[in-house]
């Protein structure tokens, strides 16, 4: 059941997000980092928590998983080192994402062949 409810959570996220694509003048750009903040502030209002624990992976791969991770790194750094937690807790919590992209997008840089659009 685990994988039913990450599936149709994630798949509603990514639903949601692709209507504000299709039926707003929003750039996708804006809508992305609008979930990531979207994700911070419903974290921080412990908000997000309950659906990451129903829905898993479905909750925590969209971006506004990548904004809970931010949060919940900071919130961790924080009561650990302070206010310097502030500035560190949001890389060291999502330092795994941050590294995944950065490896498989070089990766995928070598592997693939770039061609020109005109």
Same mark, same amino acid.
């Given at each position: 059941?685990?994988?039913?409810? #990450?599936?149709?959570? &994630?798949?509603?996220?990514?639903?949601?997000?692709?209507?504000?694509?299709?039926?707003?003048?929003?750039?996708?750009?804006?809508?992305?980092?609008?979930?990531?903040?979207?994700?911070?502030?419903?974290?921080?209002?412990?908000?997000?928590?309950?659906?990451?624990?129903?829905?898993?992976?479905?909750?925590?791969?969209?971006?506004?998983?990548?904004?809970?991770?931010?949060?919940?790194?900071?919130?961790? #750094?924080?009561?650990?080192? &302070?206010?310097? &937690? $502030?500035?560190?807790?949001?890389?060291? &919590?999502?330092?795994?994402?941050?590294? $995944? $992209?950065?490896?498989?997008?070089?990766?995928?840089?070598?592997?693939?062949?770039?061609?020109?659009?005109?």
């Amino acid at each position: 059941m685990e994988y039913v409810n #990450a599936f149709w959570v &994630g798949g509603a996220i990514c639903a949601i997000c692709q209507v504000f694509i299709d039926k707003t003048k929003l750039t996708p750009a804006r809508i992305l980092v609008s979930l990531v903040v979207l994700g911070v502030v419903l974290q921080a209002l412990g908000l997000y928590q309950p659906v990451v624990d129903y829905a898993g992976a479905g909750a925590t791969i969209p971006l506004l998983g990548f904004g809970y991770s931010l949060a919940k790194g900071v919130a961790k #750094a924080v009561t650990e080192s &302070g206010l310097l &937690g $502030a500035f560190t807790g949001g890389v060291t &919590g999502a330092a795994g994402g941050i590294a $995944a $992209a950065i490896v498989f997008g070089c990766l995928f840089a070598l592997i693939a062949r770039p061609k020109s659009r005109s």
